[in-house]
Every structure is written in C-alpha cells, then in structure tokens.
C-alpha cells in the first residue's frame, strides 16, 4: 500500500482558498487518490476523487500531476464549515483497503 | 450513497464487560467493515464483515475480542468484549457501493459510536 503524507495542521482565513499537498511517492499504476473529509463526533466522508490531471465537483478540486507522486486537493473560498480534518488515501482499483493516515487538520479562522 | 445508522451514539461502560454495537444500512451492500478510531488518531481498520461467513480480522484484531455478526446485506454488528480502558475509541461501521454500483471504491461511514470505559 503506498503511504501518504500530508501536512499536520493548516491555517486559513474565511473566504480563501485552501491547497493541501498530499505525497505518494510509490503509488502504484492502478491506484486512485481519494480525498475524505472528518468534522468532530462525525465518519470520514468521501470529497473527491481522481487518477490523473484534474478532477472538480461542487466540493472541491483535486490536481494530479503527470507522474502522480502527489497531488493537491483544493478547496475554493473556505468558510467556518469546512474546518475538519482532512485525509488523503491511495486505494487500489477494485480494493475497499483503506489505510487512513493522520490527516490534516484545517482550522477555518473567521 | 448508503445512509448508515449505528446504535448506541456513545456509552460508557465498566470495566470488563461486554457491548455490542449495531450498524443498520438503508440499501443492501456487499462490503461492510469495521473501523476503530482512537482519541486524537487515525482510523483503523478491524475487520471485514462478510455476509453468510465469518468476518476477516486485521492484524492485531482477534475474534475473541471483536466478535462479528453480519446477518444479512442491511445489517451487522460489533462486540467488545471484555472492555478495558484502552479499548475506549470511537468505533465505526463503513459500507463500500451497493450492489450493482459501478463506480470508484468509495466508502460510506456511520457517525461512530464512542465508547468510554472507565
């Protein structure tokens, strides 16, 4: 299973545009990066997921670059709401094995 | 996706007993795990369980411990047994795509149930 790692902790203004860095330098060819998301005495639930380039929904964007050792999810104009944790996963196409990391902490400042 | 309800939310027990926590889902789903999510740390995985089959531990889980059921495609549950201090987590059922789901291995959690032994 490729390991991940990302930042512990960040810090953002309300309004700003939030950019965590996940590295996976071994992920293998049929893997996917997928980004969860924790609020306190809450599951993870699933925020996006990609394979390559760059992948947007109504949560958030995830840009993968061409050799896929890392990629940046990126969240557009934070609020209060969106501080939770935030975890990056490399999951095997086909595989339900999750290997949760530490995750980064997102503390929203008003 | 799945909406998933665990029972009971939170609950605080003695030391050495036993509780058993219950995850009902609204939709038939193939996969359902368990996962264990200690104060200030990450998510574990416990086991697997598997529908008409005994569960499929983690290393470092033992049935013994973690006895599961999985009756059928909604439902499944998980005991503690023999609860001690350290065994005070957060403990969450998970369900993957629901049958006949063709999609991205995405998994879909409960809110947890945080147990507290003293």
């Known amino acids: 299973l490729a390991k991940t790692t990302q930042p512990i902790s960040m810090d953002s203004y309300e309004g700003q545009e939030v950019n965590i860095t996940c590295s996976h330098n071994?992920?293998?060819?049929?893997?996917?990066i997928t980004w969860y998301q924790q609020f306190p005495s809450q599951g993870p639930r699933f925020i996006i997921q990609?394979?390559?380039t760059k992948v947007t929904n109504e949560v958030a964007s995830l840009f993968i670059p061409a050799d896929r050792k890392s990629s940046t999810l990126s969240l557009p104009r934070v609020s209060l709401s969106d501080t939770a944790v935030y975890y990056c996963?490399?999951?095997?196409?086909?595989?339900?094995?999750?290997?949760f990391g530490k995750g980064t902490k997102l503390s929203v400042i008003p | 996706s799945a909406v998933i309800s665990q029972k009971p939310s939170r609950d605080i027990c003695q030391r050495g007993t036993s509780l058993t926590i219950q995850c009902q889902v609204d939709?038939?789903?193939?996969?359902m795990f368990w996962y264990r999510q200690q104060p200030g740390q990450s998510l574990t995985l416990i086991a697997t369980?598997?529908?008409?089959?005994?569960?499929?531990?983690e290393s470092g889980f033992v049935i013994d411990k973690f006895p599961i059921s999985r009756p059928n495609l909604t439902f499944s549950t998980l005991t503690v047994s023999n609860m001690s201090p350290e065994d005070s987590s957060i403990y969450l059922c998970?369900?993957?795509?629901?049958?006949?789901?063709?999609?991205?291995?995405?998994?879909?959690f409960g809110a947890g149930s945080r147990l507290t032994v003293l």
């Open positions: 369980a598997n529908q008409g089959s005994e569960a499929t531990y």
């Open positions: 939709s038939q789903v193939t996969m």
């Open positions: 998970s369900v993957g795509p629901g049958q006949g789901y063709v999609g991205a291995n995405v998994l879909t």
């Open positions: 071994n992920i293998a060819t049929n893997d996917y």
């Open positions: 990609g394979y390559k």
């Open positions: 996963l490399v999951v095997g196409a086909g595989s339900y094995q999750l290997t």
